[in-house]
Nanobody, 126 residues
Framework: QVQLVESGGGSVQAGGSLRLSCAFT????????MGWFRQAPGKEREGVAY????????DYAASVKGRFTISQDNAKGTLYLQMDSLKPEDSGTYYC???????????????????WGRGTQVTVSS
């Protein structure tokens, strides 16, 4: 069974950093399309960053470009999101997601992903 488990969330002051991890099993990560999403209270879930190593593709939401970096370690079976220069508006629940079927629109949206983790909370205080 495909499973994704996020970790690394927490509380940090504005300007600080966090590194989120997503451990995934039961599929070949090098052939998957992976993404990070977040959802703030009272707001819709939004895409943050995407990666596919098979097609050498990465993309980021405009609000996080230059501050966040998505990467994955295929040997460890782990997806990462390095978050630097954090702002209060970055707060929310962060989810990792995977699709094994093939993404057909770029950038993708949440409906394109088959599998989801349960999320990890990020709180950035001013």
């Amino acid at each position: 069974q495909v499973q994704l488990v996020e970790s690394g969330g927490g509380s940090v002051q504005a300007g600080g950093s966090l590194r989120l991890s997503c451990a995934f099993t039961r599929f070949t990560v090098s052939r998957a399309f992976m993404g990070w999403f977040r959802q703030a209270p009272g707001k819709e879930r939004e895409g943050v960053a995407y990666i596919s190593t098979s097609i050498d593709y990465k993309d980021y939401a405009a609000s996080v470009k230059g501050r966040f970096t998505i990467s994955q370690d295929n040997a460890k079976g782990t997806l990462y999101l390095q978050m630097d220069s954090l702002k209060p508006e970055d707060s929310g629940t962060y989810y990792c997601a995977a699709d094994l079927r093939g993404i057909r629109r770029f950038p993708p949206d949440a409906d394109d992903f088959e599998y989801w983790g349960r999320g990890t909370q990020v709180t950035v205080s001013s």
